[in-house]
């Protein structure tokens, strides 16, 4: 099994900035995407930002140019680095784990944002 354990939510004002970080443990697959969903109150959790164990990135549209996703492999780590937030951007952040092999799919328990002056 795999554990996420994210840290570094916490309050922000708007146009302030968060760096966010999941450390995985337990069996991790050298081929695997890692990344960021968020879960606003009252809406369905969205892709934020993933990137591949080889270095391929994908953001959503909403935080491109604001955001941006990078990890170490060895340990396996995963960051989000937001910078402008907005109070759109409030809502609790999920850390993902997942590999092709044995199909697997693993999320922290998250980490929650609050950009508000």
């Known amino acids: 099994q795999v554990q996420l354990v994210e840290s570094g939510g916490g309050l922000v004002q708007p146009g302030g900035s968060l760096r966010l970080s999941c450390a995985a443990s337990?069996?991790?697959?050298?081929?695997?995407?890692m990344g960021w969903y968020r879960q606003a109150p009252g809406k369905e959790r969205e892709l934020v930002a993933t990137?591949?164990?080889?270095?391929?990135?994908n953001y959503a549209d909403s935080v491109k140019g604001r955001f941006t996703i990078s990890r170490d492999n060895a340990p396996n780590t995963v960051y989000l680095q937001m910078n402008s937030l907005k109070p759109e951007d409030t809502a609790v952040y999920y850390c993902?784990?997942?590999?092709?092999?044995?199909?697997?799919?693993?999320w922290g328990k998250g980490t929650p944002v609050t950009v508000s002056s």
């Open positions: 993902n784990y997942r590999t092709v092999v044995r199909a697997g799919n693993y």
């Open positions: 337990g069996t991790i697959f050298k081929l695997n995407t």
């Open positions: 990137i591949t164990s080889g270095g391929s990135t």
